[in-house]
């Protein structure tokens, strides 16, 4: 056994990225060092507007800009190493754009953007302008479930989303089209 800073045993989120791997656990957010086989905090008062919206970590991802995404079970953070900013997003309850959810299941880059998945929906969000296009169960555009699970890309550039409930998507993310696989 060896030691190390790993804030918590339960590991929800691990991220490959060059010499190092991301680690999100339930008590926060570490990063593994390949070369020296340390891991080191993520330390967020290096950061102005400082911490990040929650220590349950659920998933990590890397954008186009080269910011870190971290997704919890309290919104979405995303890091940006050349502004030392941590930029928070939250679901918005007076009915204006926003994430479906506060619990957020996945994270995937695709293009400028970046798809989300919530406990209450799935979402393409556009952080240059700040806005979202939803996919939510009871939409034309609608997936089988709202609660999503995980999302990945096939080598034909359709996305798959897995739901916990009612099966697995396929939603090309050019048209919108969702296809829906359940028993």
Same mark, same amino acid.
């Given at each position: 056994?060896?030691?190390?800073?790993?804030?918590?045993?339960?590991?929800?989120?691990?991220?490959?990225?060059?010499?190092?791997? *991301?680690? !999100? &656990?339930?008590? %926060?957010?570490?990063?593994?060092?390949?070369? #020296?086989? /340390? @891991?080191?905090?993520?330390?967020?008062?290096?950061?102005?507007?400082?911490?990040?919206?929650?220590?349950?970590?659920?998933?990590?991802?890397?954008?186009?800009?080269?910011?870190? *995404?971290? !997704? &919890?079970?309290? %919104?979405l953070n995303i890091i940006?190493?050349? #502004?030392? /900013? @941590?930029?928070?997003?939250?679901?918005?309850?007076?009915?204006?754009?926003?994430?479906?959810?506060?619990?957020?299941?996945?994270?995937?880059?695709?293009?400028?953007?970046?798809?989300?998945?919530?406990?209450?929906?799935?979402?393409?969000?556009?952080?240059?302008?700040?806005?979202?296009?939803?996919?939510?169960?009871?939409?034309?555009?609608?997936?089988?479930?709202?609660?999503?699970?995980?999302?990945?890309?096939?080598?034909?550039?359709?996305?798959?989303?897995?739901?916990?409930?009612?099966?697995?998507?396929?939603?090309?993310?050019?048209?919108?089209e969702v296809n829906q696989?359940?028993?």
């Amino acid at each position: 056994r060896t030691n190390s800073n790993l804030p918590n045993n339960i590991v929800k989120a691990i991220l490959p990225d060059g010499d190092s791997i *991301w680690l !999100g &656990t339930e008590d %926060g957010l570490a990063v593994y060092q390949i070369k #020296n086989g /340390t @891991i080191d905090l993520f330390l967020d008062q290096n950061f102005s507007n400082s911490t990040l919206s929650c220590t349950n970590i659920t998933c990590v991802a890397r954008d186009h800009r080269n910011r870190v *995404w971290v !997704g &919890t079970v309290k %919104g979405l953070n995303i890091i940006d190493f050349e #502004n030392q /900013t @941590i930029k928070k997003l939250f679901k918005n309850d007076h009915g204006e754009t926003g994430l479906p959810d506060n619990h957020i299941n996945g994270v995937f880059n695709m293009g400028i953007g970046m798809w989300i998945g919530t406990d209450k929906g799935f979402c393409y969000y556009f952080p240059e302008n700040d806005s979202f296009v939803m996919y939510n169960q009871f939409s034309p555009k609608g997936l089988s479930n709202r609660l999503t699970s995980r999302i990945i890309e096939d080598r034909n550039g359709y996305l798959w989303v897995g739901t916990t409930e009612i099966g697995l998507n396929r939603v090309n993310p050019e048209t919108g089209e969702v296809n829906q696989y359940f028993e």
